[in-house]
């Protein structure tokens, strides 16, 4: 039973475009959520968080919007630079000190 | 760098065999967690522990045990090794005192391949 899904397993963007990637949850009792980015041979690296209260948290080039009528949230990066071709994993939990749920996670491109 | 550390980095050995994965967390953390990533496989939770004690259980099989010591650097045990536990294993380190908003940051993993 997955909890957190990340259905794309890949997406591939123009350079200068935006990045669009997806993740639903299935456990209301969610309560926190963070996206993550992996490179090949290294740890995941914190990207960005939010928590329930809000709807929206911005850092830089990276939004992430929570829906959570829909348990759904969603990372945008803009403008898209090759750099950000890497592994993103979305992950939550109901509340702090608690274990992370990921997905699977979505292996963006970003072709210059 | 996230400032927790992970060692070894990579880790071979044979079937039946045990090993010790060690980690370091990041300097105030007192909570550390283990997940698994297997091929394919989003990061798994296995364990936690918080301020030297075990905090919660995730999908850890009874061969694999971890620890964290009073200098709050924990070890995750690995014995009896079948094909199937080869894999990344990370561990992560945060400081609850932030509250709702603890991050979790994720050390650089140690790849173990069973043969």
């Known amino acids: 039973d997955q909890q957190v899904k990340q259905n794309s397993p890949s997406l591939s963007v123009q350079e200068g475009r935006i990045s669009i990637l997806n993740c639903d949850y299935t456990?209301?009792?969610?309560?926190?959520f963070l996206w993550y980015k992996k490179y090949p041979a290294e740890g995941p690296t914190f990207l960005i968080s939010?928590?329930?209260?809000?709807d929206k948290n911005e850092d830089g080039r990276f939004t992430v919007f929570l829906n959570k009528s829909a348990k759904h949230l969603s990372l945008h990066i803009v403008p898209s630079q090759p750099g950000d071709s890497a592994v993103y994993f979305c992950a939550a939990s109901p509340s702090g000190n608690t274990p992370l749920v990921f997905g699977k996670g979505t292996r963006l491109s970003v072709i210059a | 760098d996230s400032g927790v550390t992970q060692t070894p980095k990579h880790l071979i050995t044979a079937t039946g065999q045990r090993v010790t994965l060690r980690c370091s967390p990041r300097s105030g953390d007192l909570s550390v967690y283990w997940y698994q990533q297997s091929l394919d496989q989003g990061l798994q939770f296995l364990i936690q522990?918080?301020?030297?004690?075990?905090?919660a259980k995730g999908n850890i099989l009874e061969r694999f045990s971890a620890q964290q010591f009073p200098d709050l650097h924990s070890e995750l045990n690995l014995s009896s090794l079948e094909l199937g536990d080869s894999a990344l294993y990370f561990c992560?380190?945060?400081?609850?005192?932030?509250?709702?908003?603890?991050?979790?940051?994720f050390g650089p993993g140690t790849r173990l391949l069973v043969l």
């Open positions: 522990y918080y301020n030297g004690e075990e905090r």
């Open positions: 992560a380190s945060s400081n609850p005192g932030q509250g709702a908003l603890e991050t979790q940051y």
């Open positions: 939010i928590s329930s209260i809000k």
């Open positions: 456990n209301s009792m969610f309560d926190y």
